[in-house]
């Protein structure tokens, strides 16, 4: 489930996060961003951004409804790119 929280209260964007969860945050997506711009391979760095996007899209959702169109498109998208990362890493062995 996307939101725990929503189920509970049916209010889209209520819970704020604390500022030590948001910093981590930060710091992890700033690190996946870096990560990312190093693979190699064109065609697996752009669909590891769009899945990124995609992620992006659903936080930002404005209701809950379209949050969870969104992370369903995302968690389809996260199949295809974990296939392509399978295969890239295979080629380098």
């Known amino acids: 489930m996307i939101n725990l929280l929503y189920e509970k ?6 819970n704020l996060i604390d500022d030590d969860l948001n910093l981590k945050m930060y ?3 700033k690190n996946l961003f870096l990560y990312i711009e190093r693979i190699l391979n064109n065609n697996l760095r ?3 951004k769009n899945l990124r996007s995609l992620d992006i899209e659903c936080t930002l959702a404005l209701s ?3 949050a969870k169109e969104k992370f369903d498109n995302a968690t389809d998208k996260y199949q295809e790119v974990m296939e392509e990362l399978g295969k890239v890493l295979r080629e380098l062995y």
Request: charged share 25%.
């Open 9 to 14: 209260t049916q209010k889209w964007h209520s």
């Open 46 to 48: 752009e669909a590891l």
């Open 27 to 29: 710091q992890t997506d």
């Open 64 to 66: 809950f409804e379209i």
